[in-house]
Structure formats: structure tokens, C-alpha cells
């Protein structure tokens, strides 16, 4: 969810800031099921998918 | 799945622990771990031992198979309502079990199938394709692809 802000830099102009909110997932390194991971990820790199759930 | 289940921690976004308490009290994880396609997330879940390593293979025999996967089916159905667009992929540590997760989807899929989209994995020529579950049919399944409906 992207939070927009104004705020004043020194020289008095404003200007928007929008951060941008992280999305928090456990990534590949941290998990702790990385054989799991590394079977679902050769499953999924070899799957035909139906039309409407392709993804790549 | 209107089974009784076991209250969960959601330690951070995408890792949940609850207790399984029938013969023993074992210490369980789940977790969500973003695959290499994309919005397709992998749900993996073991027992977490004691000195903090994970044991997904474990068959621990504790007299509560249907509470543990309800509490898994909770967890699946709180993390889809905070990430919709995703896809949530699953398969079991062994075929065996993977026929079980098929029994369990098969025998609440009237129930499911208000919530999600249900898909399989089979295998196909040199690789895999993907079906839509349909729960009259057999079929040797190698894995499970879900999504929350709009």
C-alpha cells in the first residue's frame, strides 16, 4: 500500500514523497524448507499451465 | 473445512507456528516462500524441533491428523486474504502423503470451492501440466495450485 506525503525541502518547495510499503515474504535464502522449495520451484518450471493461470 | 483446529501465531507475514497437542505436544511451522514464478507462493509445513531445525517428513503419529490440517486450512485461508492475488502451490514430502492432502481436498471440496480456485499438478509427457481438480475423478496427483476467488 503506497502512503503518499508532501513535505517542504530546504528550499521551501514541496514535493510528494510516495513510499512504497514492502511486500514481507521469507525469501528463497531464509526459508526453512529449502528442499521443499527447490522440488516446488522444478515442479513449477516444468508445468504446462491452464490459459488463464499462466505465469512465467 | 468446519473441523476444530489449533489457535496460530503468525511469527511474521508469511511463517505461522501452532502447537499440535494429542499424544505429544509437537511445535509446528508453516510457511510461505515466493516460488520462481511469479504470485505463485510455495506452502511448506513440518515440525519445528527443538533445537530449531525442521523436520517436513516427520509422520508423527499424534492422533490429530484432521485438527493439524484444518489449522493448516486456516492458515492457508488467512494468508490468502491478506495476499488475494496470489497462487498458492503444495505438494506432500511423499506420494503418500500427497494422496492424502487429494482425500482431504476431495472430501471437503463443496466447501472449498466457495472460498477458492482448486487446481492439480499431474504429470504429463516429460514434464507436468495443470488440471483443474475435479473431485469425481482419480488421478495420481503430484502437487496442488490454489487461489482465493474474487
Same mark, same amino acid.
Given at each position: 500500500?503506497?502512503? !503518499?506525503? !508532501?513535505? $517542504?525541502?530546504?528550499?521551501?518547495?514541496?514535493?510528494?514523497?510516495?513510499?512504497?510499503?514492502?511486500?514481507?515474504?521469507? !525469501?528463497?535464502?531464509?526459508?526453512?524448507?529449502?528442499?521443499?522449495?527447490?522440488?516446488?520451484?522444478?515442479?513449477? !518450471?516444468?508445468?504446462?499451465?491452464?490459459?488463464?493461470? $499462466?505465469?512465467? | 473445512?468446519?473441523?476444530?483446529? /489449533? @489457535?496460530?501465531? &503468525?511469527?511474521? +507475514?508469511?511463517?505461522?507456528?501452532?502447537?499440535?497437542?494429542? =499424544?505429544?505436544?509437537?511445535?509446528?511451522?508453516?510457511?510461505?516462500?515466493?516460488?520462481?514464478?511469479?504470485?505463485?507462493?510455495?506452502? +511448506?509445513?513440518?515440525?519445528?524441533? @527443538?533445537?530449531?531445525?525442521?523436520?517436513?517428513?516427520?509422520?508423527?503419529?499424534?492422533?490429530?491428523?484432521?485438527?493439524?490440517?484444518?489449522?493448516?486450512?486456516?492458515?492457508?485461508?488467512?494468508?490468502? +486474504?491478506?495476499?488475494?492475488?496470489?497462487?498458492?502451490?503444495?505438494?506432500?514430502?511423499?506420494?503418500?502423503?500427497?494422496?492424502?492432502?487429494?482425500?482431504?481436498?476431495?472430501?471437503?471440496?463443496?466447501?472449498?470451492?466457495?472460498?477458492?480456485?482448486?487446481?492439480?499438478?499431474? +504429470?504429463? =509427457?516429460?514434464? /507436468?501440466?495443470?488440471? #483443474?481438480?475435479?473431485?469425481? =475423478?482419480?488421478? =495420481? /496427483?503430484?502437487?496442488? #495450485?490454489?487461489? &482465493?476467488? @474474487?
Amino acid at each position: 500500500m503506497a502512503i !503518499s506525503m !508532501s513535505k $517542504k525541502n530546504k528550499t521551501g518547495n514541496t514535493f510528494k514523497r510516495t513510499p512504497v510499503v514492502a511486500y514481507t515474504v521469507v !525469501s528463497a535464502k531464509d526459508t526453512l524448507f529449502p528442499e521443499k522449495l527447490k522440488k516446488a520451484n522444478e515442479i513449477l !518450471s516444468k508445468t504446462v499451465f491452464l490459459q488463464d493461470n $499462466k505465469k512465467g | 473445512m468446519n473441523q476444530a483446529s /489449533y @489457535p496460530v501465531n &503468525r511469527k511474521h +507475514a508469511a511463517r505461522y507456528t501452532f502447537t499440535s497437542e494429542g =499424544e505429544r505436544r509437537i511445535e509446528k511451522v508453516a510457511e510461505f516462500t515466493h516460488s520462481t514464478l511469479t504470485d505463485i507462493f510455495n506452502l +511448506a509445513f513440518g515440525d519445528l524441533l @527443538p533445537d530449531g531445525s525442521i523436520d517436513d517428513t516427520a509422520t508423527s503419529n499424534n492422533g490429530d491428523i484432521i485438527k493439524v490440517l484444518s489449522t493448516v486450512v486456516q492458515i492457508l485461508d488467512d494468508f490468502t +486474504a491478506r495476499h488475494p492475488h496470489v497462487s498458492i502451490f503444495f505438494s506432500g514430502s511423499t506420494a503418500e502423503r500427497t494422496a492424502l492432502y487429494a482425500r482431504i481436498i476431495k472430501t471437503y471440496h463443496s466447501s472449498f470451492v466457495t472460498k477458492f480456485d482448486i487446481k492439480a499438478i499431474i +504429470a504429463f =509427457e516429460s514434464g /507436468y501440466r495443470q488440471i #483443474v481438480f475435479d473431485p469425481g =475423478e482419480k488421478a =495420481e /496427483y503430484i502437487a496442488f #495450485v490454489i487461489k &482465493r476467488k @474474487p
